[in-house]
């Protein structure tokens, strides 16, 4: 379920892709952590929102504030939960992301990415959080679901990927068109890989 991301490819390569005309033109990065700022794309168009929602005012079926930061969301409950109502849906685009195998301290990190080269569209919900002095900031949280065969070995969970053609569907469908979309991605596409030199204090 992604823990990390990462994108380094030039961001006219990742506007065509998106089909949008503009996006923000930042540096390649080849670790991005919760809590930094993403790109999303929205059905407003393309918005730097931060990793990880903090879902201050939401209660969880027991009447309880969510403290937590969450920075993923299981397909399975996602439109279930109360701390999830009145949520809007994103895109977030990678070229992959980055998981760990091992005991603390001997971990492995391990690179997943597509076979073909091409870029991943993450399923994501959003909100906005108000800071103190009410300042918002919009946020957002991956959807993850069941893994599929690449993926298994590495983790129980994996970040629901969205064909091209149903970007769309995604962000402006109702309710009712979204859980088809939240399901493992087709095996055999992707690639997985020890991920070296990788500067994990990053940003």
């Excluded at 920075?71 to 895109?91: L, W, Y």
């Excluded at 977030?92 to 603390?104: H, I, M, Q, R």
Aim: net charge neutral; hydrophobic share 40%.
């Amino acid at each position: 379920m992604p823990g990390r991301v990462f994108l380094t490819r030039p961001m006219a390569e990742v506007a065509a892709w998106l089909g949008t005309e503009e996006v923000p033109n930042d540096p390649p990065r080849a670790n991005i952590a919760p809590g930094q700022e993403v790109l999303a794309l929205t059905a407003q168009g393309p918005e730097r929102m931060r990793w990880g929602m903090i879902p201050v005012g939401r209660k969880n079926a027991r009447g309880r504030p969510v403290m937590e930061t969450i920075i993923n969301a299981r397909s399975e409950t996602v439109f279930d939960k109360s701390a999830f109502e009145g949520v809007g849906r994103a895109i977030l685009p990678v070229d992959g992301w980055y998981e760990w195998t091992g005991k603390t301290r001997r971990k492995t990190a391990w690179a997943i990415r597509p076979r073909d080269g091409e870029m991943l569209g993450f399923a994501a919900i959003t909100d906005t959080w108000t800071a103190p002095g009410g300042l918002k900031v919009p946020q957002l949280a991956v959807v993850t679901c069941e893994p599929n065969a690449d993926v298994r070995d590495i983790h129980h969970r994996m970040g629901v990927i969205l064909r091209r053609a149903d970007f769309g569907i995604w962000l402006s469908g109702d309710e009712a068109a979204a859980p088809p979309l939240m399901v493992p991605w087709p095996d055999g596409l992707l690639q997985v890989e020890e991920a070296l030199g990788v500067d994990w204090s990053g940003p």
